[in-house]
């Protein structure tokens, strides 16, 4: 890869169940804490499942402008924002340092879910004679909801916002493929600037998979249940794994040409060497072969010009489902054989659309400190699960390149090749 084609990372943000911020996010990591925890939301509740990676302790008011934006950012999105402003700031990016009109943003969005409460006025007025009559919710809905309520729950909202604030004027995109966003928003922003549309990209994804209103769409078939031991409940690959965790957050990055970040002064933190992008149809009466994710990973190293000797160590997807993980750790085995492998939702859960972004972020970290922490709670292998899991304590001194990787329930997937400067 010539050094005129090669796009590179120079900002990084993380809002995440284990830290704000990618010191206290990193220190989380490298003393194995875990981020899952019982949701006081939930508790008392006949919810099934009451737990989950849930951010706390986060002021939106620390990094939303301006503030009057706040009335139209819902929870999901004020992460997402809050991400990349964090992204801005360590790239260093201010007015004047960046061609606004080549300043663009593609981010990775989950479909936002209302809060019931919101709507409990509107609930309240269509109700005649103690049952609630649905004809009249068009006429409720328009005399007693906030009439910008749509705008706080629109999937782009997130890429608009932060476009706004960081007069980004150039492409900008937002990527609804679930799970697999972030990595997709990534490689989109890295084609637009190798295209020649813009120099430098946001890029990122939020997600939040803890709302009420999402809970029991979803339901919890899928999901962990172990109540009695919450941080023990997300263990990716191990024999005991009985489901998900569900959580939220946000990762953020600045990308842009290498020359371009050279030429203002910009620190690299890692080059993007190569993506894959592929799809095989899940929700059909065959069962899934994990193909896609062959294919992603295949696409990822013949992008970067890499065998897969060359590979440090993958961030699987990992998301402790018992039919999910074998599908993804025989397509690691297949096509990059022992390499190490660390799943960092065994800390904090599935962050749906934020979750690529989240743990590309703990990869590019781990490049700065020389250790891939280890994936908690792996106790038992399975032989269903034939891969390499760092296990027990952190894997200090391997290859500087590691490959990230993501799927979606109907059949995405994604990887991603990053490599330290």
């Known amino acids: 890869m010539s050094e005129a084609s090669q796009i590179v990372i120079t900002g990084i943000g993380v809002v995440s169940p284990i830290g704000i911020g990618i010191e206290p996010f990193w220190k989380s990591l490298r003393e194995g804490t875990s981020g899952v925890k019982p949701l006081s939301i939930l508790q008392g509740t006949e919810m099934p499942v009451r737990f989950g990676g849930e951010v706390t302790d986060f002021d939106a008011k620390q990094y939303v402008t301006p503030r009057k934006s706040l009335k139209v950012m819902s929870r999901e999105i004020q992460l997402g924002f809050a991400a990349a402003a964090m ?16 300043f663009g943003v593609v981010f990775g969005s989950e479909m936002p879910y209302g809060p019931p409460e919101e709507l409990v006025d509107v609930y309240q007025g269509c109700k005649v004679n103690g049952e609630v009559d649905p004809t009249l ?56 600037i190798r295209r020649g549309n813009a120099d430098v990209m946001i890029v990122g994804g939020f997600g939040a998979r803890l709302n009420v209103t999402q809970l029991l769409y979803r339901g919890d078939a899928n999901l962990s249940h172990r109540e009695d031991d919450p941080t023990a409940a997300s ?25 371009h970040a050279l030429r203002r002064g910009a620190t690299v933190l890692a080059t993007i060497r190569g993506t894959g992008d592929s799809y095989e149809a899940r929700m059909t009466s065959e069962p899934a072969t994990g193909n896609a994710i062959r294919r992603s990973i295949m696409q990822a190293l013949a992008g970067a010009g890499l065998e897969r000797d060359s ?68 106790e038992t292998a399975d032989p269903e699960c034939p891969v390499n899991v760092i296990q027990g304590e952190s894997l200090v001194g391997t290859k500087p390149v590691a490959m990230i990787l993501s799927q979606s329930g109907p059949g995405q997937a994604a990887a991603i090749i990053l490599s330290r400067d």
């Open 311 to 378: 590979v440090g160590f993958v961030s699987a997807y990992g998301v402790s489902t018992i039919h999910e993980d074998p599908l993804e750790a025989q397509a690691i085995r297949d096509c990059l054989g022992d390499v190490p492998v660390t799943a960092f939702k065994s800390y904090f859960g599935n962050l749906g659309s934020g979750g690529g972004a989240v743990e590309t972020a703990a990869s590019i970290l781990a490049f700065q400190h020389n250790e891939v922490p280890r994936t908690l709670n792996y």
């Open 235 to 259: 263990r990716p690959f191990d024999a005991a794994r009985d489901g998900m965790v569900n959580g939220d957050g946000a990762g953020a990055f600045v990308i842009e040409r290498r020359e």
């Open 137 to 192: 919710w068009p006429e409720q809905a328009a005399k007693k909801n906030f009439p910008l309520w749509m705008l706080k729950y629109l999937p782009n909202m997130a890429a608009c916002h932060i476009g706004i604030a960081h007069d980004a004027r150039g492409p900008g995109n937002s990527i609804t493929h679930g799970d697999v966003s972030s990595l997709q928003a990534m490689n989109e922003a890295m084609h637009i």
């Open 87 to 102: 992204a801005v700031e360590y790239a260093g990016i201010v007015s004047g340092t960046v061609d606004p009109d080549r």
